[in-house]
């Protein structure tokens, strides 16, 4: 197949692909999930990054591409399930009785959070993790920087160069 394919080649390349491997995406990650509960919002959800991405005339193993896909798709979904009830969690164990959130405001905190969440997978593992641990466990620098055997001042520049990052990433993706 070349680089460049026309839109009625694309979308017949994207047929067969949904066609011939619908059902195996299914069985596939029924197999790996136990459930159907996301099971089907799953598979669209796969099916559409490939319609969006326009290159499935490209792909020369479609079940690895899928279920590579999947996985991906799967992990966004539980960390973002992970991050609404840590949040959920957080409103009722801190909740103060005079203030009501509305459930729009509940709304946009979590899609704050998942923003957020974007934003913090790009860092580096240690600055994700220095600021992960830094700002929702409370742990101190000092603490951190033995965690991570670096001294505190690397640990500093570390928050400081991973809230730049975050402060940036939702500017650019508001």
Not at 42 to 71: G, M, N
Not at 84 to 91: A, G, T
Not at 125 to 149: P, T
Not at 156 to 174: N, S, T
């Amino acid at each position: 197949m070349t680089a460049q394919a026309s839109s009625e080649e694309e979308a017949q390349c994207f047929q067969h692909i949904y066609v011939n491997h619908y059902r195996w995406l299914c069985q596939w990650l029924y197999r790996h999930l136990k459930s159907q509960t996301h099971l089907e919002d799953l598979v669209q959800d796969t099916f559409l990054k490939l319609f969006i991405s326009q290159k499935a005339h490209l792909i020369c193993e479609p079940k690895a591409y899928l279920a590579t896909t999947a996985r991906g798709i799967l992990i966004d979904h539980t960390r973002h399930e992970i991050i609404e009830r840590q949040y959920l969690n957080f409103l009722s164990e801190n909740q103060q009785h005079d203030v009501v959130n509305s459930p729009e405001q509940l709304f946009m905190y979590i899609e704050l959070l998942q923003r957020l969440s974007h934003a913090i997978h790009d860092l580096a593992e240690r600055q994700r993790m220095s600021l992960l641990l830094y700002y929702l466990e409370g742990r101190s620098q000092k603490y951190i920087a033995e965690h991570f055997a670096v001294s505190v001042r690397t640990t500093q520049y570390d928050l400081a160069k991973a809230m730049v990052h975050c402060h940036q990433w939702l500017q650019q993706h508001h």
